[in-house]
Every structure is written in structure tokens, then in C-alpha cells.
């Protein structure tokens, strides 16, 4: 079957997989991690689908969890030390990209971080254009996020490969009719990638 797209999910499959940066900042700043929990699981939500903005979100748990240095110094430092492109993933990116198959990041992002990954990780030059969860208005967990993909893209479902390093993404594309596989590691991802060519 002939791939037109290959969407690939950024945390995990095109960065490096990194402990969750909560739970480190929990640990470094002596804080309960029940006092960043509601943060991650409601407003970084809501900002991951366009409908907050992240620095006002964080202005008001910050003095909760003793980061006195500001928002941007905060964001500054979760981004810079765990956005790290994997570059075995990205040559192979590189390669389909030669063969003719358009790449596009698929990720679940809120505005800042989704810019520091396109730009200061430089995939704008890597791939051929991203789908964030912030731009989209929906999350990957649910079927509205991979339809308003193919129908930005002009495209059928059975047009596209989707890479993610979680199952529910996974089964989510999956029930809109999209080829959706499980990310590993880089060489499973070889792998397969050689025998549906070989195919």
C-alpha cells in the first residue's frame, strides 16, 4: 500500500523519550508532586487545544511549586532540557522524505513548546510541516484531531501511517480507518518500514 503522508508523534518517536519533566521538577524543587498534578491534567490540557495560554496558566501555580524565577525562565528551562531530537529517527525521516513520502509531526502541544520544537529543535527543516494538538483544536485521543487532518490534507484515511509511542493514539487513529502502529524503538520502526517497502 502506497503512503502518501507518515504522521509520527514528536515526544518518544522524533525526540529522545525523557523522564516527565513534572515529576523531575517535583523532585529538584523539594514539592509534592499532588500540588503540579492538577496543572498537567487540567490547564496544560485546555492549553494543548488552543484554549489557554500557557504562561498565564503557570503565573498561578508557580509560587506553589518555589520556582521564584518567573514564567519564562521555568518554560526556558523544562524546554531546553527535554526537547532532544533523536537523529537516528530524523535520518530515517530524511530517507522517506527522499522516496517521496511527506513527513508531518503529530503531536499533542500547547503553543510555546509546539514553536521551541519546530524551530529552536529545528524540525521545520526535517520534516514537511506539523499538526500540534494547539493548532488543531483537538487531542490525539480523540477522532476529531485525525479528521480535520485528512481534511486539511485533501486525503483518505487508508492514504496515511501514523507512528506513536502510545497505544490509545494508536487505536484512536486506527478507528477512523488510518494505518496506525505502535512506535518501539528506531529499529523496529526500521524494520517495519523495510517490509512494507519490500512488500
Known amino acids: 500500500m502506497h503512503t502518501?503522508?507518515?504522521?509520527?508523534?514528536?515526544?518518544?518517536?522524533?525526540?529522545?523519550?525523557?523522564p516527565y519533566f513534572s515529576k523531575r521538577i517535583s523532585t529538584e524543587n523539594n514539592v509534592s508532586y499532588e500540588l503540579m498534578e492538577p496543572f498537567y491534567t487540567n490547564e496544560l490540557k485546555k492549553c494543548?487545544?488552543?484554549?489557554?495560554?500557557?504562561?498565564?496558566?503557570?503565573?498561578k501555580y508557580l509560587p506553589i511549586w518555589n520556582w521564584n524565577k518567573g514564567v519564562d525562565a521555568f518554560l526556558h528551562y523544562w524546554f531546553t532540557t527535554d526537547v532532544i531530537p533523536d537523529e537516528e529517527m530524523l535520518q530515517e525521516v530524511d530517507a522517506l522524505r527522499k522516496n517521496g513520502v511527506a513527513c508531518y509531526v503529530a503531536s499533542e502541544q500547547e503553543k510555546y513548546r509546539?514553536?521551541?520544537?519546530?524551530?529552536?529543535a529545528n524540525l521545520k527543516d526535517r520534516l514537511d510541516g506539523?499538526?500540534?494538538?494547539?493548532d488543531v483544536g483537538a487531542l490525539k485521543?480523540?477522532?476529531?484531531?485525525?479528521?480535520?487532518?485528512?481534511?486539511?490534507?485533501n486525503l483518505q484515511p487508508q492514504d496515511v501511517l501514523f507512528w506513536d509511542d502510545d497505544q490509545?493514539?494508536?487505536?484512536?487513529?486506527?478507528?477512523?480507518?488510518?494505518?496506525?502502529?505502535?512506535?518501539a524503538s528506531v529499529e523496529e520502526f526500521k524494520k517495519i518500514q523495510s517490509r512494507r517497502i519490500s512488500a
Open 4 to 18: 502518501k503522508i507518515m504522521l509520527i508523534d514528536a515526544d518518544g518517536v522524533l525526540l529522545k523519550k525523557q
Open 130 to 134: 506539523s499538526f500540534f494538538s494547539c
Open 114 to 120: 509546539s514553536e521551541h520544537i519546530w524551530h529552536a
Open 48 to 59: 494543548q487545544i488552543g484554549a489557554g495560554d500557557m504562561k498565564d496558566e503557570l503565573a
Open 141 to 153: 485521543s480523540t477522532p476529531e484531531y485525525f479528521q480535520k487532518i485528512l481534511s486539511t490534507l
Open 168 to 183: 490509545k493514539n494508536v487505536d484512536v487513529a486506527k478507528s477512523v480507518g488510518i494505518d496506525a502502529r505502535f512506535f
